[in-house]
Each structure stands twice: as structure tokens, then as C-alpha cells.
């Protein structure tokens, strides 16, 4: 707090820096002497052999003397803007403390709290803490993944870094984002019974505020809420600590300044409001008079000039006029005032002052004077009562003269107090109070108390309010010398603003000179009347309307020399003259002030020079007290300080700044936007002191263009109503006057437009313009995410209002359109230029060429660079779809085409880049391909890029590598089937073998690499596909060629006898048939068309010939071991040579033993090798089949013959083993139980029987020719029959 002497310290530093001042001005002329002669001397030194001395001995000096020059002007700069701020506070002060034309706006949107850089990286570390796990908070994996694709792509942006630094980011902003975020996750997640998906995103945001509020109390958001609350409405004290705070006015210095000016006193405000437009009419009337106006856009608006100024004047008193005069208690507070004022405003009429008629003094009558009174009447006690009992009952009455009666209560007459107060109300301005003292009378027929005495107490409302004694008059009934405790306040109504006894004499009224009591009554704002009263009459006597009148101090008067008064003051008009006296003179001072507040004169009375220890009156005092206290701090200038000399538009224009700037530095993302009570103070400003709302609004415009050009972030809706409003004034007014006269003026009321204005506005709007379209080229950088929300909507819409001529003419959509398509071709490079950096691409370049990269950067990692800028960019634009499009796409519904004209711009760039790489890049390298399918990807999932420009560039710079990558496929592949099957071992790998696997998994892989390529041309995809599926069928058919080969050469190897086993080699032969058969539909038929399966058609065919090729070879290899064996049975037929050799052998069963475990090794193998179930079944009933009629032959060419029991023995054995087994291999009935079986099986059965019976007789005839001894032949021969009956068994 600043010493009230440091006013008085302050005038002797500025003595000081005076005297200082001074004495450096002589060193300077003393310096600059010096210096010239100085100089002189060098001159001609300079000629001689010496070396040249410097043209300044003593530069400090020279520097000194600037520097405190220097701080001079500043220090007298600084007081300047001092002395400003403190008048233009004073201003401020009275319109915050004498509201009559504005009020606090209840309507305006409640701004968000904003987040700090601070606040910014605390956010950052929670959300690390949380997918770090250090967090209590529980979530699932999809709830993690969004955070973490939060934190990633939003909260680590620089563009949010830049939001929050330019002061337009708030918590509800990131919350926003991360919810639109979460709802394309959850929507695309897949339905949950009993879960609905707006549950899952109510748990998502609670964690993720959980996660965003940290640590914190909850119980401090009430507090913050209750923050944002306090700034919809504000009391006065708070209006006035805001602006101490914008204009850097001290505590002290506003507390002097409000004392001074009174504030608290509403009818000092309201005379001072007076005051001011009574000097600013008298103004206007001297300029019409001198013809004194600004410039005008049109000559014959100076007349219209002129009559706005009486109009805005006469709006301004009207405004006054309205405000009510309140009948209630000078008790009741200023803000309650101000709000009876303000809110009832409509609901009161009074009579203006200019309809006045200032001839007759009848324009007032009695019931305009009307007042109404309180009272309260305190009976406390009562003493001296001693002539009556202790125990009696005594009571008092009350009532106003002309009003009700009231009682206290009872009491002993031992102790006769009540402290018992009535309330009266009356409209007497000098009522009468009676209070009587009452007994309780004793007989029993007595009707009515006793009255014991009484008192009558004449009542003004400049009594005093303290209790007093009162001398009762008593009555015959009571002898004793009663006194009684009163008091009596009486309160002063609001319209009542002075009373009090006065001599007074005039020449209209009052011609008598005498003693009246006058009341000074506020009829309404600008009605003031002198009322003189008598006692116990309600309505005045006689009456003055003050309107027209100026009162001062004056000397006696000669007339009233004797008849009492010794202070005098007079009320003049122009024919009436009215003189006034008092007793004491601190009364005379404040009926002249109240009568001066009341005239609203210009003239302020002066009062004579008075001794200060004559000052008694409290009210007074305080008065002298505040303007001394003024006067010592200097700021008694700014108190008296006319408001008419000021050039208030200036003023507006600082107060408007500052405020501005205290704004944006607040607590909330106000984004230019004022707070209810700084509109509020700025509106009561302009109202009051006449500022143009033009000029008020292109100092706006021109506050908010400086700041958002130095990337503060303004709301476009707030410039686009002011420029909506200065367009308005300024087009709308600067037509022909003709043309103006019949359209009348503007909204606001104001039809003139000043030349400045026109000017300003012009330059404003070029500013303006050339701010839009750079948020628009910078639309990514200026809204990030689309924040503010509708911004850039806004900007686009405010652009359009820019482009217009003028308020009529609608620009033309072309010209809209070629303006947005040039900023969005500038936006192209700029995006591509920022991310490029990001990315360091850039950074990468030549210094001696834009186009080229350094020659130490490896090809590959030139590649991965642009892949990697492939992917920011296709983020780039999705974003901007995501955030940015449907702003565009509301705003003009044409815009779709040149966003679309903006990617293609922007994919332009990017292909220099692109091409350049590729260019680098080793031939018949692939590592490019993942760059055409991420680019691909993304463009043809795009309705409006897909086979756009770039889109077409990408395929013609891709389709020859595509095509050169399928014939180097192709040639491979051929290569690895020729060389692979030449030194192929046939061991098992995966389905088929080595060479084989490989040939499979290259077409496969080829076919899927061709195929997610997704190649966006239709014919050439076809063509690529034809071609694909012909290269696998060719590829296959020579794949089956060579297996077969090598199989029919496998086949070759192996002998013809029950030992031979097929080579593992051989099934994985079949293998590869096998597997190629299954893989070709995959392989060779194509994706679409009529003729899909025809090269799978062909191959399958094809591979179907090769199978039975390999089944009919492996067959016949199989059945020619059978073949061998039958042919060694049939040397046992009858009638050979060898049959009777060969028995002597004694074979039993050992051809058929061996054939038995060759066909059940073999079976085993093929079971066990082979892979395709039904291809093995196939095999082996046709092995079957070609055995049983191999057998079947073999018995028809031996129907004339009997079989050997050898043959019989194996054959049956061969016959029944291979039913037997083939039939577990799964060899169907049909198959197994053939005709050809029956029929061996029917000879076989005839054969047996043959044998036996052949047998028996052959064993029965060695009988009966051994006798004895033939026992032991038929025991041998029945041996080898059993033996053979076993064998047959086995």
C-alpha cells in the first residue's frame, strides 16, 4: 500500500529530475563547445605528420547524456499513461457504481477452464503412468489401445502444444477428441449380450476422466464450478477490483477516488449523470452552431450528425428518466438500489424533461408529491409515578395524529417500563405523536382506565433517532410530576432527498418572508420540486419545480434583516428568483448541495471561506475530509475533470485493449471473447460518454486481428459479428443520401459514417481477408482436430461475409471457391512441407538440388523414409477427413471437390519424392512393393482418390515392375521345377516333396503377393490373373511330366519276385500328383469370368491321365509278381515233366506263404506312404480286381485239368488271404465279393472236394495192398493232408 506522502515524495523527485535535467542540459552545451573546437583543432593536426585523433574524446558522455534523455521521456511517457488510466478509471468507476443503460448479460455461453503448459505435461505423465501400469485403475486390452492411440497421435501432437499456447484448449476439449475417438472403436467392436455398447462408452469415459483428473480431490470441482459461476454475474466490488486490475490502478488510489466522487451516493451519481448531458447537449449546440464535424464519407450526412448526437443525448436522459424513484427507507443499500433500478426499469413511466413547459409552474401536482413516512415509536419507561399503589396496572397508548392507536403492555406501577415500540406509517411530513399513560381502574362500575398524564411530540425526519425524556402533562387524577422515555425515529422516504426548516422568500411563491419547513422532493430523474409544509397537513402548502434553476451561496438579503436567518442562498431562473436563509451553516451548505445535485446545473456553488474548526457536521466533514485527501494525492483533477473534453473514443479504444488483454490472460478459453461483467462495463461506457459502435467494434476487430495474428486463438464467430456490424454501419450508410433518406438508418441508430471509419474499415477488411485465408492454408495447424469446435466452419462462412462488396450483393460462388481452392493448394504444400520435416525427408536433400538426395544415404534407407512419409501422410489425410472435412463439406456443399483437389495436391508432392526414391533403387529389387500397397490400400478405400491422378501415376510408375517381377517369378519357378526334379531324392517333405513344396509355395506366394496388391486398373488385374493361373498350370503340368518319368524309371528298378517291395519314393511320386491335384483349384482357377475354371480344368484333366498313368504302371508291376507265381504253380500241371519231378520235392505251401507277405508288405507301404485315403482304395481295388481275374484265368485254362494238391494249397491260400486283407484295407463288398471271386472260389471248393475224394480212394487201395504195413503210409498220408488242411488254415 503506497504512504499517503508518496504523493508529496513523488512532486520533489520530479523537482529533483527537473533540476537535473537542467544541469545536463548545460553540460551538453559546454560538451558540444568542446567538442566543435575540439574538432576544429584536429583539422588542422590532422595535416601534419601525427597519426588522426577520434573526431569524440569522450563518447560516455554522449551516451549518457541520451541515455538519461532517454529515461526522461520515459519516466514522462509513464506518467502520462498514468494520469490516463486514472482518469479513464474514473469514468469506469461511475458507470460501474450509476448503471442506466446497460446490465450484466445472464445469456452468455459459460467458458471452459484452459490447460496450462504445465497442466499439459501433468496430463502426459498420468496417461504414461497409466499405460505403464503405475495406476489403480483397471481397464481391458481394447480400453488400453485407445489410450495408448490417444496419447500417441493426440496428447504427444505439436499442434496440441501450439492449442494450449495459444491460450484456446480446455479440459473439455480433450475429452471431446478422446470420446469421438473411442466411439468409431466401440461401435466397430462386436455385440455383447447383455452389454450395450453406450454402456461400455459411459465406462470408458469415467476411466479415462479418472485417468485424466489423476490424483485430485474430487471435491474440488464444486470449487472450480462455483469459480466459473462468479463470472457470469458480478457484484460491484468485484467489478471494481477487475478493473483496478486492467488499468493498474492501486488499492488506495481507488479508495480515495471513490470517496471523492462519491459513489456511494446514488443522488450525486444520478446529479452528476445530469450534469454530463446537459455539458455534452450545450457541446452539441456550440458545433451545429461553429459547424465543427468530422468528415463524413457524405456531405449531407453532417446535418443527420447533428440531430444523432441530440438523439443519442435525449436517449441517454430518457434512459435516466426511467429509472424509478423508490418510496422505500434511505436505509436500504446502493446494490439494492441499483438492482430495483435496473430490473424494473420498463415497468415506470415519469414525465421527461423535455416535455417540460419551463412558463408554468403547474406542470407538477400535489399527487406527484406524494411521500410516505415510517415511524417507530419506542416507549421505554416511565418515572416519578408515586401517588399510585406498587401492585397497580399502568399502560401506555400511542398513536400519529390521524392514524391508529396502539398499547403496550401492562406493568406494576413499581416498575412502570415497557420497552415496547409501534410502528405508524403516514404521509405527513410533520406528524404529531401523542403517547398516554394509562391505569387500570378499581371500581366495578367503572368502563373505562384512567388516564394519568400524557405527552404530544412534534416529529421531522431530522430528528433525533437517540431516546429522550419528555415532561408528561398530567391529569387531575394524578398529582405527581410524571417524565416519560421516548424515541422516535421517523425514516426519510428515497424521493425525499433533503428537510428541514428555512426562511424563504420569492417572487412567485413564498412572498412572504418567513419560517417554513421545505422538503426537496424527486418526482423522478430529472423532476425536482421545493415543497413547504405546515403541521398535520399532508400536502404541501405551495410548491417550486426546480427544473430551470441554479442555486449558489448569496449575501443577506436587505428585506430580511430582522426577521431571522443568518446564512443565505438563492435558486435563480431566468424572471423568478427565490431566497433562502438558515440558522446554521453547515445546514445552508447541505441544502445546496442537494439542491445543486437536484438542478443538475453546470455551475458548482463554491461556499465562502470558512474556519475548519467551525466544520461540526459529520456529513460535511467527510465531504471536506475525501477532496482534501484527493487534492494531497494529486488526484483531485481526475475527480473534477470534465467528461465532455475527453476524447472518449480514444479512451474506449485503451479501455477495450487492456480489457482484452486482461481476458485473454484469465483462467478460461474465453478466445476473445468478454466476460457478462466486462460487456457489461463496456456497453454502460459507450452508452454514457457517446462512444460510435462502429468505432467500438473496429477497435474490436482490430485487437482481435493483432492477437490472432500473433497465434492467440480467437473464436471466428465473435470477429464475424463485429465485422458483420461494421460492414453493416458502413455499406449500409454510404449510399446516395437519397437512396439513404429512404431506407432510414441503421439498427443501432447511427446513419452518418465518418470518413475515419470508412478508411479504417477498408484496411481492416484487408487484414482480415488475408488472416482467413492463411487459418485456412494453416486450417491443420490453426484448428487442430477440429478445435474449436465449429471454428473452422466459422472461418469459412466469415470469409464468404469478407468476399462480399458490400451488405446486398451475395459474392459470387466462383469467386468463393477460387479463393478456398487457392488456400487449400497453398494448405497442400504447407502440410506436405511440415510433415516432410517431421519425417526428415527434407533434411535428407542435397544442398545444391531440391531433387535430389545425398548420395551417402543408402537406397534402402531412402525407401523406408518415403514409406514412412507415406504413412504420415495417409494419417495426414485421414485426420483431416476425420476432423476437418464435414466443417468444409457443411459450409459449402461444392467443397467436397476441391478437399478431393487438395489431396491430389498434396499426393502430387509427395510423388516427386516418391518417383525420386524409386529412381535410386537398385534394378530388380522388390523392396518397393510394400509402398505401393500401403499407398493402394488407402486410395482405392477412398471414393474420391480412388483412380484419381495419383492414383493412376502410382499404377503406371508400379505396373512395369509388377510385370517384370512375374516374368523373373516365372523364369525362377521354371528353373527351380527343371533343376529340382533333376536331383530330387523323393523323401517326404509337407505334402509331396522338395522340389515340388517349393514349386507350390512360390506360385501360392506369387499369386497372394499379385492378389493383396489389389491392383486398381480392372484389365490389367484380369491380365495379371490369366496369367498367374496359366503360369501355375503350365508349371504344374511340367512338375506331374517329370514326377512321372521319374516314376515309371523307379518302377523299372525292382525285380519280379515275391520279395519285391515298392520304393518309399514311389508314394511320395504319388504324393506330388496328389498334392498338386488338391492345390490346383486354388492355383489355376481364376477370380472371376465365364471361363474361371478353365485352366484348373485343363490341369485337373491333365493330372487325373497322369494318376491313372501311375496306378496302371504300379498295377501291373504288382500283378506280375502273381503272374510269376502262377507261372511256377503251373509246372505242377498234369502230364508235365516236371509236375512228378516236382513232387518228389514235397512242397507244401511255400509260394503261397511268399506271395501272402509280398501283397501284405506291399499293401502296408502304399497304406502308410500314400496320402490321399481314397487314391489308396483306388489302388487297391484295382490290385485286387486284377489279381482275382488274373486267378480266375489262370483256373479257366485248367478246367480240362485237375489241380495239384500244391497248386490247390496255394491258390486257396492267395484267394482267401487277399479277401481277407483287402477287405480290412477297406475294400468295398462289391469290389471284394465279385463274380470273378465266386467263380475261383466255386473251382476251388470242386478242386478240394476232387482232391479228397481222390485222396480217400488212393489211401484205401494202399491198404488193401500193404495190409499192416499200409497203416503207417495212410498215417503219413494223412499227416500231409492235415498238414495241408493247416496250412490252408493259416
Not at 841 to 851: A, H, M, Y
Not at 873 to 880: G, K, S
Request: net charge negative.
Amino acid at each position: 500500500m503506497r504512504e499517503p506522502s508518496s504523493s508529496e515524495e513523488e512532486s520533489e523527485n520530479e523537482t529533483n529530475d527537473d533540476e537535473n535535467s537542467d544541469i545536463l542540459s548545460i553540460h551538453n552545451n559546454v560538451d558540444q563547445k568542446s567538442l566543435s573546437a575540439s574538432g576544429e583543432n584536429l583539422s588542422v593536426v590532422s595535416h601534419g605528420r601525427g597519426p588522426p585523433r577520434p573526431a569524440s574524446p569522450s563518447p560516455s558522455l554522449i551516451s549518457d547524456r541520451e541515455k538519461a534523455i532517454e529515461d526522461t521521456e520515459k519516466l514522462e511517457r509513464e506518467e502520462e499513461e498514468r494520469k490516463k488510466r486514472l482518469q479513464l478509471y474514473v469514468f469506469v468507476m461511475r458507470c460501474i457504481a450509476y448503471p442506466f443503460n446497460a446490465k450484466q448479460p445472464t445469456d452468455m455461453a459459460r467458458r471452459q477452464t484452459k490447460v496450462t503448459k504445465q497442466q499439459l505435461q501433468t496430463i502426459k505423465e498420468r496417461f504414461v503412468a497409466f499405460l505403464n501400469g503405475e495406476t489403480s485403475i483397471v481397464a481391458d486390452e481394447a480400453f488400453t489401445n485407445a489410450v495408448q492411440s490417444y496419447y500417441e497421435v493426440f496428447l504427444k501432437s505439436d499442434r496440441v502444444a501450439t492449442m494450449v499456447k495459444s491460450g484456446g484448449c480446455s479440459a473439455n476439449d480433450f475429452r471431446e477428441v478422446f470420446k469421438n475417438n473411442i466411439e468409431k472403436r466401440v461401435r466397430s467392436l462386436p455385440e455383447i449380450d447383455g452389454l450395450s455398447k453406450e454402456t461400455v462408452l459411459s465406462s470408458w469415459m469415467t476411466k479415462f476422466d479418472a485417468i485424466f483428473r489423476g490424483e485430485e480431490d474430487p471435491r474440488k470441482q464444486p470449487q472450480r464450478m462455483s469459480t466459473a459461476a462468479s463470472e457470469l454475474i458480478l457484484s460491484k466490488e468485484q467489478l471494481y477490483e477487475m478493473f483496478q486490475n486492467i488499468l493498474g490502478v492501486k488499492k488506495y488510489e481507488h479508495q480515495i477516488l471513490y470517496n471523492a466522487c462519491q459513489l456511494d451516493n446514488a443522488d450525486e451519481q444520478a446529479a452528476q449523470v445530469r450534469r454530463e448531458l446537459d455539458r455534452r447537449l450545450q457541446l452539441t449546440e456550440q458545433m451545429s452552431r461553429m459547424r465543427k464535424h468530422p468528415k463524413f464519407v457524405v456531405k449531407e450526412m453532417e446535418s443527420m450528425y447533428m440531430d444523432e448526437l441530440k438523439s443519442a443525448i435525449n436517449l441517454l436522459m430518457a434512459n435516466l428518466e426511467s429509472l424509478p424513484v423508490s418510496k422505500g427507507s434511505t436505509d436500504s443499500t446502493i446494490s439494492r438500489l441499483q438492482k430495483l433500478k435496473r430490473y424494473n426499469r420498463a415497468q415506470h413511466s415519469s414525465l421527461s424533461k423535455m416535455d417540460i413547459n419551463d412558463e408554468t409552474d403547474s406542470g407538477l401536482s400535489k399527487l406527484d408529491v406524494v411521500l410516505s413516512f415510517t415511524l417507530e415509536v419506542h416507549v421505554v419507561e416511565v418515572k416519578g409515578l408515586k401517588s399510585l399503589a406498587n401492585n397497580k396496572i399502568v399502560y401506555c397508548t400511542m398513536e400519529v395524529e390521524g392514524g391508529e392507536k396502539l398499547q403496550t403492555d401492562q406493568a406494576e406501577a413499581s416498575k412502570p417500563s415497557w420497552d415496547t415500540q409501534g410502528d405508524f406509517t403516514t404521509t405527513h411530513p410533520l406528524p404529531v405523536v401523542k403517547v398516554k399513560l394509562y391505569t387500570e381502574s378499581s371500581g366495578m362500575l367503572s368502563l373505562e382506565d384512567k388516564e394519568l398524564g400524557k405527552v404530544v411530540i412534534p416529529v421531522t425526519a431530522s430528528s433525533s433517532r437517540q431516546p429522550e425524556w419528555y415532561r408528561m402533562h398530567t391529569t387531575k387524577n394524578c398529582q405527581d410530576d410524571l417524565k416519560i422515555k421516548i424515541a422516535v425515529r421517523m425514516d426519510k422516504p428515497q424521493n425525499m432527498k433533503h428537510c428541514g426548516y428555512l426562511y424563504g422568500l420569492g417572487k412567485k411563491v413564498w412572498k412572504k418572508y418567513k419560517k417554513r419547513y421545505f422538503v426537496l422532493v424527486q418526482v423522478s430523474q430529472y423532476t425536482f420540486a421545493m415543497c413547504s409544509y405546515r403541521e398535520k397537513k399532508p400536502d404541501p402548502t405551495e410548491m417550486m419545480q426546480l427544473d430551470g434553476f441554479t442555486v449558489d451561496y448569496c449575501e443577506q438579503v436587505p428585506d430580511a434583516e430582522g426577521f431571522g436567518g443568518k446564512y443565505f442562498f438563492n435558486c435563480v431562473k431566468e424572471g423568478d428568483n427565490v431566497t433562502f436563509a438558515t440558522d446554521d451553516e453547515n445546514e445552508r451548505t447541505l441544502w445546496v448541495q442537494a439542491i445543486y445535485r437536484a438542478t443538475g446545473q453546470t455551475h458548482k456553488p463554491v461556499p465562502p471561506v470558512v474556519q475548519t474548526n467551525k466544520i461540526s457536521n459529520t456529513q460535511i466533514s467527510r465531504m471536506q475530509g475525501d477532496a482534501d485527501r484527493a487534492r494531497k494525492h494529486g488526484l483531485d483533477e481526475f475527480v473534477q475533470a470534465n467528461p465532455v473534453m475527453f476524447d472518449h473514443h480514444d479512451l474506449f479504444n485503451m479501455l477495450q485493449t487492456l480489457t482484452l488483454d486482461y481476458r485473454l490472460n484469465d483462467a478460461y478459453t474465453c478466445l476473445g471473447w468478454f466476460s457478462p461483467g466486462q460487456v457489461f462495463v463496456l456497453d454502460e461506457y459507450c452508452a454514457r460518454y457517446g462512444v460510435r459502435g462502429c468505432h467500438r467494434h473496429l477497435c474490436y476487430l482490430n485487437d482481435l486481428l493483432e492477437r490472432a495474428e500473433a497465434g492467440i486463438m480467437i473464436d471466428p464467430t465473435l470477429i464475424h459479428y463485429s465485422f458483420a456490424f461494421c460492414a453493416s454501419h458502413v455499406h449500409g450508410n454510404s449510399y446516395e443520401v437519397k437512396i439513404k433518406l429512404k431506407r432510414g438508418k441503421r439498427p443501432d441508430g447511427i446513419g452518418t459514417v465518418l470518413l475515419k471509419e470508412k478508411l479504417q474499415f477498408d484496411e481492416i477488411k484487408e487484414r482480415l481477408r488475408i488472416l482467413l485465408e492463411n487459418q485456412i492454408t494453416h486450417f491443420r495447424y490453426c484448428f487442430p482436430f477440429g478445435r474449436p469446435e465449429g471454428a473452422l466452419k466459422a472461418t469459412l462462412s466469415l470469409l464468404e461475409r469478407v468476399l462480399m462488396k458490400d451488405i446486398v450483393t451475395p459474392v459470387p460462388p466462383e469467386e468463393v471457391r477460387n479463393v478456398i481452392k487457392k488456400c487449400l493448394e497453398n494448405a497442400a504444400l504447407v502440410n506436405y512441407t511440415r510433415i516432410s520435416e517431421y519425417a526428415k525427408i527434407e533434411g535428407r536433400k542435397g544442398s545444391g538440388s531440391t531433387d535430389s538426395y545425398n548420395e551417402e544415404v543408402s537406397p534402402k534407407k531412402r525407401l523406408d523414409d518415403v514409406i514412412h512419409l507415406a504413412e504420415l501422410c495417409i494419417e495426414v489425410l485421414q485426420q483431416n477427413e476425420e476432423h476437418h472435412a464435414e466443417a468444409f463439406v457443411t459450409a459449402f456443399a461444392w467443397f467436397s471437390d476441391l478437399l478431393v483437389e487438395h489431396a491430389e495436391i498434396f499426393w502430387s508432392l509427395f510423388a516427386v519424392d516418391m518417383d525420386s526414391t524409386l529412381e535410386m533403387q537398385p534394378p530388380d529389387t522388390w523392396d518397393s512393393f510394400p509402398l505401393f500397397q500401403l499407398l493402394n490400400d488407402y486410395l482405392r478405400n477412398d471414393e474420391n482418390l480412388s483412380s484419381g491422378k495419383f492414383h493412376q501415376h502410382l499404377r503406371m510408375v508400379f505396373a512395369p515392375q509388377v510385370v517384370r517381377y512375374v516374368d523373373l517369378m516365372e523364369s525362377s519357378i521354371a528353373q527351380s521345377i527343371h533343376k529340382g526334379f533333376e536331383r530330387e531324392r523323393w523323401e517326404p517333405q509337407g505334402n509331396g516333396c522338395a522340389t515340388s513344396e517349393d514349386m507350390l509355395w512360390k506360385l501360392d506366394a506369387l499369386q497372394s503377393f499379385i492378389r493383396e496388391l489389389h491392383w486398381p486398373d480392372e484389365m490389367f488385374a484380369d491380365h495379371l490373373d490369366h496369367r498367374l493361373k496359366l503360369m501355375a498350370a503350365d508349371m504344374i503340368e511340367a512338375a506331374a511330366k517329370r514326377t512321372l518319368k521319374s516314376f515309371e524309371a523307379w518302377l523299372r528298378k525292382g525285380g519280379k519276385g515275391t520279395d519285391y517291395l515298392l520304393y518309399p519314393e514311389m508314394a511320395v511320386m504319388m504324393n506330388v500328383i496328389i498334392d498338386c491335384k488338391n492345390r490346383a483349384l486354388h492355383l489355376c482357377a481364376l477370380d472371376s469370368g465365364e471361363n474361371m475354371h478353365q485352366y484348373h480344368t485343363k490341369i485337373e484333366d491333365f493330372l487325373d491321365r497322369i494318376q491313372v498313368q501311375m496306378v496302371k504302371c504300379l498295377i501291373e508291376k504288382l500283378l506280375s509278381v502273381l503272374e510269376s507265381v502262377l507261372s511256377k504253380l503251373a509246372r505242377y500241371d498234369e502230364g508235365t515233366f516236371f509236375s512228378s519231378i516236382l513232387s518228389l520235392t514235397k512242397p507244401v505251401n511255400e509260394l503261397g506263404k511268399a506271395y501272402v507277405d509280398f501283397m501284405r508288405g506291399n499293401l502296408d507301404i502304399l497304406r502308410q506312404k500314400i496320402a490321399d485315403e481314397l487314391f489308396t482304395l483306388s489302388i487297391f481295388e484295382q490290385w485286387y480286381t486284377g489279381q482275382m481275374k488274373m486267378i480266375c484265368d489262370w483256373l479257366s485254362d485248367r478246367l480240362d485239368l485237375s489241380l495239384h494238391p500244391y497248386q490247390l494249397t496255394c491258390v486257396m491260400t492267395i484267394n482267401r488271404k487277399c479277401f481277407s486283407d483287402f477287405e480290412l484295407q477297406g475294400v468295398p463288398e462289391n469290389a471284394l465279393n465279385a463274380k470273378t471271386y465266386q467263380t475261383i472260389c466255386s473251382r476251388l471248393q470242386v478242386e478240394e472236394a476232387t482232391q479228397s475224394v481222390t485222396q480217400s480212394e488212393n489211401s484205401s487201395k494202399t491198404s488193401r495192398f500193404l495190409g499192416g504195413g499200409g497203416s503207417s503210409m495212410g498215417g503219413a498220408s494223412s499227416g500231409t493232408g492235415s498238414q495241408a488242411s493247416g496250412d490252408e488254415s493259416d
